[in-house]
């Protein structure tokens, strides 16, 4: 145990607070001599507090401390007393030390024997707990977030308050050795039933006798508050604040109607003696009749940004005075945000007035809603895989073995996949604490998402506005504890290398694949545009409107011809020649199907009873899933490349220096989009409408044909099978001209309805052929040239890129909801001229061990969100939450937003938008040191360079947008654009240890360039709790003319009484940053936290 000897004296000298037991002892202890030590008894003055017993150098109090005796698991033996009437007993430990005393008279060693059988610490910690439940039988005593949840009172952002209160003391008393204290102020409510609740606290000022509070506290009516509740203040000395020791000094009581109809109280604190402590003075702002009403206080007459009410006085006209003044943050997002908490501070300007800060922290309601709707698109892309594969029903020989091989990934998957969107499906969860971020079942939500805005005015400047950062957890699976290697960057990166051992499949292989599946992909969707339109066509007939079918058939038979263009009947044929033939058309192939599909997962059950496993599980087939749009043009004549390699600008790894020089893209492309309203013709086809011949025939002898030999066809049977696949074209082709011809008599009246439908059921019926014998042809090539090992490794990635990207997903829109929802004048004209939001993504994740990983995740989930496509919708009650719609290759996110915002769009297509993305990471902490000894940074260093690239070409779009931010300064204090961009561009290409700069001016240029805001550490609980604060006092420097002197003690007063220290209760139910003395020291200087506010706890 280690004690601070400064520390001790003074408790043991000090007399202002009095002793459990103090007096006169014979201490028997050992004397060393010249020659040799004995034992000999001393007179000695003893002191007993707590579980410390003090002596002192001799028989009185004026004594200096000599030394002390920590009680605690010892035990007490008395003895009888002695020649020279002493009545000795003797303190003994179980480690053999024990000490010796005396005292005079019997009765005062009983009363050191009781007082010392009382000083242990768990005896003190049982009496605490003791008197604690008696005083909460008398009085209970609760603090306002229990109160709240006890009575389900939800905090509402939007809520104006009844009254706000600013505190400050003077001529606090100091103690015997005049040391000011360090005040704290404690405000209690009392309810008119008797209910005591702690509802607020001020920050600790050192060591101050006249300290002023810059945190105010906020009185809610949701509270039940009324003018009668009774407001009790306590001021407590802070002893100790890593322990939070406190001792009240004084205390006094107010009504709240008496703050309220109050502009400033100036009020003696008394002890329970009467004895005068000090003063308080209570500064109170409160709403005028007109603007008190219901805490969902939302007038539209009231400005957007603030709410400007005065204090009830009448002593002044009713415009004077002081102001209470509060953001309106809206109806969308106080809709998509849920649980806020919110702090208010007031700081002192450098031009003499003051600023209003009011900093929330909000969890987001879609954390776990939008991975729901992304693993729904999951499942069923893996069902379509799994039903294309079994199409080809039941194989003989090796086929049959690599058929259950890879059906058996799909089926695995799909088990984890529906495992996780159950634990995903409970309606009433918002929030993935860090604690919970190694489980497998919640890997698709973000970790520790929460929304961190402020909202600052500054009197004198008049000026008011909002600044938001989104903080979540690395987009990485974090259940990889133990890896160490580079994350997805280099997992994809080996993926490419055609030389690695690991790269099954040559590249010639997979693109073939690829290709096909293209095809089949782009028939499919044209099958579902044709069957839309014909359904249309037939509603236009009914309704009498000729010219709308008559153009609509004009588009019917575009699309048909395109898709008889796609139809290649010689790869068709190629691949089927492989497996077997197609010999007859069956309604009853549907059922086969279905009971292969039920005896394949019985089979995998039994027999692979791992493979549900998290880490053993696979993702998806070699063949992406590009979702088609209709924004896009039509599809060409030849089968599209929608599918693009994930590729690097930079060598960010050594081993692939010499492979890759390409740019940085994602392999998300975006594709036409499939028609909603027909998804279901091919759960009604099931791709099985052919009813195969599992053995090779040859149909000229009518004889099987060995395995060996199943590539090689007769030339006249080849001839016979192509010119029955031309015939499927043929009679798409004939189907479409009486359906043509049909649909135009019947616009004009000239034939009947039933006719039009009966051809447009012959014309969907040859379609649905083309594309069932697609779909058999990709599956048989599938099984020809896919090995099995490939297709895992390839789906294990494929999982683990899905998985990040859930999380990048649902933390971008969560930004792009908060910055809809802001006062930014340059939102239509960023959307409007198609440039789009810009996305800067700060991280502060260190390339060392398991750091390293997520980091490599975090890149490629961050690149991916480039090709997602995010469109504007009308907020109603049905459309509240942001949506997602389409497959993984092609994502439309559909935000709601105010009827207000989506008037200000006269061109709809300026609804839809794409995001320009940049992440910059530098690491702060231990390991970040260890990384860059080890010379770990090079991949970080390219990335960043990579980074500042794309985010000068969104600088200089963006000067075009906006010419007028080009040079133009938020205020005096804040560097124009062009020159941030300078600094930040000599700042990346420096290689100096933990270059926080470059975090700095890249967080700048995202603001003056009205970007969205993102941070990122391990959880972000710890690092980006230092990130946030201090780009927030940066703000209140910068723009709103922050007093220097102010700025240290603002930052101290955020991280110590802030949301982000609420923010470390909420992951692991201790307010303390995770960080050692060690870890503290590591960090740069602007990153460490106030002393008291962290400590050794668990992540």
């Known amino acids: 145990m280690r004690f601070n000897k400064q520390e001790l004296q003074a408790l ?62 010892h035990h007490v033996k008395t003895q009888p007393p002695d020649e020279n009437g002493y009545w000795p007993f003797q303190i003994v430990w179980d480690n053999g030390v024990s000490y010796r005393m005396a005292t005079h008279h019997e009765s005062e060693r009983t009363l050191w024997l009781e007082a010392i059988q009382m000083a242990p610490y768990d005896n003190i910690k049982a009496q ?32 104006v308050p009844l009254c706000e209160l600013a505190l400050s003391c003077d001529n606090l008393l100091c103690d015997t050795h005049g040391r000011p204290p360090s005040p704290l102020v404690v405000l209690y409510v009392r309810y008119p039933k008797g209910l005591c609740v702690r509802y607020g606290t001020t920050e600790v000022v050192e060591t101050c006798s006249n300290p002023c509070f ?55 604190l008394s002890t329970r003696e009467n004895k005068t402590v000090g003063f308080v003075t209570v500064n109170g702002w409160s709403l005028e009749p007109s603007y008190i009403g219901s805490p969902m206080h939302t007038d539209k007459s009231v400005d957007i940004h603030r709410i400007q009410c005065h204090r009830r006085s009448h002593s002044l006209p009713p415009r004077l005075g002081l102001k209470l003044k509060f953001p309106a943050y809206g109806n969308v997002l106080k809709q998509n945000f849920v649980n806020s ?110 929304l961190q805005r402020m909202w600052v005015h500054n009197d004198t400047l008049n000026k008011s506005g909002f600044h938001d950062v989104i903080t979540a957890g690395a987009f990485a699976v974090h259940t990889n504890k133990n890896e160490r290697t580079g994350g997805l960057i280099r997992l994809l990166q080996q993926a490419k290398d055609v030389n690695s051992t690991k790269a099954a499949i040559d590249s010639a292989t997979a693109n073939k694949i690829q290709a096909e599946y293209d095809t089949v992909l782009a028939i499919r969707t044209l099958r579902d545009e044709i069957a839309d339109g014909a359904a249309r066509v037939c509603m236009y007939v009914q309704a009498g409107r000729g010219e709308e079918a008559t153009a609509l058939v004009d588009d019917i038979k575009s699309k048909v011809k395109k898709m008889i263009t796609l139809w290649d009947p010689n790869a068709i044929e190629e691949s089927l020649s492989v497996i077997g033939w197609p010999q007859k058309i069956s309604n009853e192939s549907e059922i086969q199907t279905t009971c292969t599909i039920k005896r394949l997962i019985e089979q995998l059950t039994s027999s692979d009873t791992h493979s549900s496993d998290c880490d053993t599980l696979s993702s998806c087939s070699s063949s992406k899933d590009p979702s088609p749009t209709t924004d896009l043009p039509p599809i060409s004549s030849s089968a599209p490349n929608i599918n693009k390699n994930l590729e690097f600008h930079n060598d960010y790894f050594e081993s692939e220096r010499k492979l890759f020089n390409h740019s940085f893209r994602s392999v998300r492309s975006q594709t036409p989009k499939l028609n909603e309203q027909c998804k279901s013709l091919d759960a009604n086809n099931k791709f099985g409408s052919v009813e195969l011949a599992y053995k090779c025939l040859d149909l000229s002898t009518g004889k099987k044909t060995s395995s060996q030999n199943m590539g090689e066809t007769d030339p006249a049977v080849k001839e016979s099978n192509l010119s029955c696949l031309k015939h499927l074209a043929t009679e798409l082709q004939e189907a479409l001209e009486a359906y043509s011809s049909t649909a135009v008599d019947a616009a004009q009246c000239k034939a009947s309805l039933e006719l039009l439908e009966t051809h447009a059921a012959r014309l969907l019926t040859s379609a649905r052929a083309l594309v069932a014998r697609a779909n058999v042809a990709h599956a048989a090539l599938r099984l020809r040239c896919e090995p099995a090992q490939w297709t895992r490794d390839h789906a294990q990635l494929q999982a683990r890129r899905d998985k990040c990207f859930s999380q990048a997903l649902t933390t971008v829109t969560t930004g792009l909801v908060s910055w809809l929802c802001g006062a930014n004048v ?8 198609g440039l789009g939001p810009l996305c800067g993504f700060e991280g502060l994740l260190s390339l060392y061990a398991a750091e390293r990983a997520m980091w490599g995740d975090m890149a490629v989930a961050v690149e991916d969100l480039h090709t997602v496509r995010f469109t504007l919708t009308k907020s109603d009650h049905n459309n509240v939450l942001p949506r997602v719609s389409g497959t993984r290759g092609s994502l439309v996110v559909h935000i709601p937003t105010s009827d207000s915002l989506y008037a200000k769009f006269t061109n709809k297509e300026h609804l839809t938008f794409t995001i320009t993305a940049v992440f910059f990471n530098i690491g702060v902490n231990e390991k970040a040191t260890l990384a860059e000894a080890l010379g770990e940074t090079t991949p970080q260093y390219h990335s960043n360079c990579d980074n500042y690239d794309r985010l000068h070409k969104y600088y200089l779009k963006y000067c075009k947008v906006c010419p007028q931010d080009h040079t133009a300064r938020a205020s005096s204090r804040t560097k124009p654009l062009e020159e941030v961009m300078e600094n930040l561009r000599i700042a990346v290409h420096k290689k100096v240890p933990k270059n926080v700069e470059v975090l700095h001016l890249a967080a700048l240029a995202t603001r003056l360039m009205n970007g969205v805001r993102f941070t990122s550490c391990k959880s972000a609980k710890d690092r980006t709790g230092m990130s946030v604060t201090l780009e927030q006092c940066s703000i209140l420097a ?4 922050l007093a220097d002197t102010e700025t240290r003690k603002a930052l101290a007063i955020m991280r110590s009484e802030g949301c982000r220290r609420e923010n470390t209760f909420k992951n692991i139910g201790v307010r303390k940053y995770a960080f050692t003395k060690k870890q503290v020291a590591a960090l740069p200087e602007d990153y460490r936290p106030p002393p008291g506010t962290f400590s050794s706890s668990q992540t």
């Not at 073995?401 to 529906?418: D, I, N, R, S």
């Open 12 to 73: 043991a000298s000090q007399t202002s607070q009095n002793f459990d037991k103090e007096g006169v002892l014979t201490f028997r202890e050992r004397q060393d001599g010249f020659f040799r030590r004995s034992e000999g008894c001393s007179l000695r003055w003893f002191r007993l507090r707590g579980n410390l017993l003090f002596y002192l150098k001799g028989p009185e109090p004026w004594y200096e401390p000599m030394g002390v005796i920590v009680l605690g698991h």
């Open 128 to 159: 605490i707990a003791s008197l604690s439940d008696r005083l909460n039988k008398i009085r209970p005593h609760v603090d306002i977030a229990t109160y709240r949840l006890q009575r389900g009172i939800v905090t509402d952002m939007n809520e």
């Open 214 to 268: 810059s945190k105010t506290i906020l009185f809610l009516a949701s509270d039940g508050l009324t003018g009668d509740a009774v407001v009790r203040i306590v001021v407590y000395d802070v002893k100790e604040r890593v322990s939070e020791t406190a001792v009240p000094m004084g205390y006094t009581s107010l009504t709240l109607a008496t703050i309220q109809d109050s502009q400033r109280v100036r009020v003696a």
């Open 341 to 450: 908490h919110q702090v208010t501070y007031r700081f002192h300007s450098g031009l003499g007035g003051d600023i209003t800060v009011h900093e929330v922290m909000a969890e987001a309601k879609i954390c776990f809603q939008l991975p729901a709707e992304l693993l729904d698109m999951f499942i069923q892309r893996e069902k379509e895989l799994l039903e294309q594969l079994l199409s080809v029903g039941e194989i003989c020989g090796h086929w049959q073995h690599k058929q259950l091989e890879l059906v058996g990934a799909h089926v695995a998957l799909l088990k984890h996949y529906c495992r996780c969107r159950r634990c995903l499906a409970t309606p009433e969860a918002h929030y993935k604490p860090s604690a919970k971020k190694e489980h497998v079942s919640l890997e698709f939500a973000p970790i520790n998402l929460h």
């Open 826 to 833: 340059h939102i239509v004209s960023l959307l409007s001229s």
């Open 1038 to 1041: 910068s723009e709103y003319h």
